[in-house]
């Protein structure tokens, strides 16, 4: 690496950082990712970051959104880097490449530092590059991830640094991560100079929050019933009774009712059927187990029960929908 002269103290080398795509990555995960680095370089006046996209076998790789990037190639051997993202979205089918998952350990045992953006974290727990790291992966891909790899627990919180492993869950979410990266590197305030050029100027912190808080995302503020919807999505496995959800609040299974009716229109039962159902949705989607593994999963007593359920919901069969959301 080269050495350039620059206003903030000593010559310093650039550091070079990777990023791996996969078909069907997020371009604003990647984009929130790559273009602090390049803000950085100009309010530096000079190069303190060099960014470079990989691709298995090279070439145009399509985002979620249908735009292509050019990619070099995998190397073999001697990456020279200081860092490599993994950007990948929701498909099984891009996090399971035993081609990458070699070069990631090739590359990690050159001692880059690896990280995971969105569902790039699934790629490096399949290579075998997560356990015994604390790490973290969009909200959306997490139910996959622990049934894939049940000795694995990702925190919920939008970004983890754990030594050299760095991940973080997408979407907004890299701009947060990118904004410690830097500040370990030039400081907070050349850090916050950074962030104010995307006008980001509320930076959220590691162990921040990744999705909305319950009574955001449901509408409701009624301290029992956000308790029962907490544990509802909590026990999707190995669904509670209306009884013993009741008892967790101290109330009869009469006000129960009474609050999903008024707060929710709707009952006990169909909101926790929607919220299992939805869950074995994203299974179908996002990870390869078996439609009998699903229902067990959510806590459904039989494969055809849960087809059937299905089925009414979305009005197509399980199959159909992981059809539906294969590369033709």
Known sequence: MNVFPGPFGPATASERIGFLLLPGFALMSFASASEPFRAANILAGRPLYRTVAFAE????????????????????????????????????EDWHRPLVHAALRQ??????????????????????????RRFTIHWEHAPALREAFPDLSPEQARFVIDRDRLTCGGGVAPLDMTHALIAERMGAD??????????????????GPQRGSLPERYGVHHPALVAILGQME??????????????????????????FREHRSTTFAAEYSRLRLDHAARLLRESPLSVAEIAFATGFSSASHFSRRFREAFGRS???????????
């Open 190 to 207: 050349f850090a916050r100079r950074v962030s104010d050029w995307f006008l980001h100027t509320e930076i959220g912190a590691a162990a």
């Open 107 to 132: 590359a990690g045992s050159e001692g880059v530092r690896l990280g995971g953006i969105s569902g790039g974290s699934f790629v490096l727990a399949a290579a075998g590059l997560l356990r015994g």
């Open 318 to 328: 399980p199959a159909e929908a992981r059809a539906a959301h294969r590369p033709a």
């Open 234 to 259: 909590a026990s999707v496995e190995a669904p509670l009774s209306r009884q013993a959800m009741a008892r967790l609040v101290g109330l009869s299974t009469r006000q129960v009712d009474r609050l």
């Open 57 to 92: 076998g090279g070439g145009r790789v399509r985002s979620s959104g249908g735009a292509e990037l050019e990619a070099d190639a995998l190397p073999a051997r001697d990456w020279g880097l200081d860092i490599l993202f993994v950007c990948a979205g929701g498909s099984p």
